[in-house]
């Protein structure tokens, strides 16, 4: 897999004119990401319209529900064909075994590959401290996340999104086939934005990550094809 071939563009923008209108803009970007806001507006059209294209996707809709639930979402997701899918962590075992269950027969039903069933262990924008005081979780935060990865790799997903500063304990705990993903990576001349737990795209590759989730460092900047082109350049030097 080439440097290209990591980085996950995220396409968070509110309506499918505008996302195809960015993608139009970035032809060389062949991974993107569909969030919450752009599925809800748009729904499978902009996976349909990736899809034309060639482009790989990361549905990333987050599903936290009981499992029978949670279960009905994933096999109904399985069925677009794309390639990485969401689920909280913090849904508890149950839910997590029914999801890689579901992704299969989901799957099954319109004869596409299933999609990489990903674990989100805690989100990007939740600092130590509000994990401990406003979340009540008395484990100190690697921790926490180390429990939430293991979890995840016992009931049979194929990975967890991690912040990048997790990503080396997890690279050394966890089996090697084991996808690490890492969104709020911020090049050092980005905004931080609200990402409270970062690296750089080179640091996150540094430290064992195999895709970077990247959206507004290349998607707000005043010439996205300069900062993807930036980024990219970045990349090679430790690939």
């Known amino acids: 897999m080439n440097v290209e071939e990591r980085i996950i563009v995220a396409l968070d923008v509110p309506d499918v004119e505008s996302a195809i209108?960015?993608?139009d803009q970035l032809p060389q970007v062949g991974f993107w990401k569909v969030g919450l806001e752009l599925?809800?507006?748009?729904?499978?059209?902009i996976l349909e319209i990736l899809k034309s294209r060639q482009k790989r996707i990361f549905l990333d809709l987050k599903f936290h529900d009981i499992p029978n639930t949670v279960a009905?979402?994933?096999r109904a997701a399985a069925r677009y064909g794309v390639d990485l899918l969401t689920i909280h962590a913090t849904g508890g075992r149950d839910a997590l075994k029914a999801a890689t269950e579901a992704v299969q027969v989901g799957a099954a039903q319109t004869g596409?590959?299933?999609?990489k069933l990903i674990a989100v262990t805690l989100l990007t924008s939740i600092s130590a401290r509000q994990l401990a005081f406003d979340l009540k979780i008395p484990l100190e935060l690697p921790e926490y996340i180390l429990e939430m990865a293991l979890m995840a790799q016992e009931t049979g997903l194929d990975g967890v999104v991690c912040s990048p500063l997790e990503v080396a304990q997890l690279r050394q705990t966890c089996r090697d086939d084991f996808l690490l993903v890492c969104p709020g990576v911020r090049p050092t001349w980005a905004n931080m934005a609200d990402q409270k737990r970062s690296?750089?795209?080179a640091q996150a590759i540094q430290a064992g990550a195999n895709y970077l989730v990247i959206g507004r460092p290349i998607t707000a900047a005043a010439e996205p094809e300069l900062a993807w082109k930036r980024i990219s350049e970045e990349l090679t030097t430790v690939a």
Do not use: D, M
Request: with cysteine.
């Open 21 to 23: 209108a960015l993608v």
């Open 39 to 45: 599925f809800t507006s748009s729904g499978s059209k």
């Open 72 to 74: 009905g979402a994933c």
């Open 112 to 115: 596409v590959e299933p999609p």
């Open 199 to 201: 690296l750089t795209p």
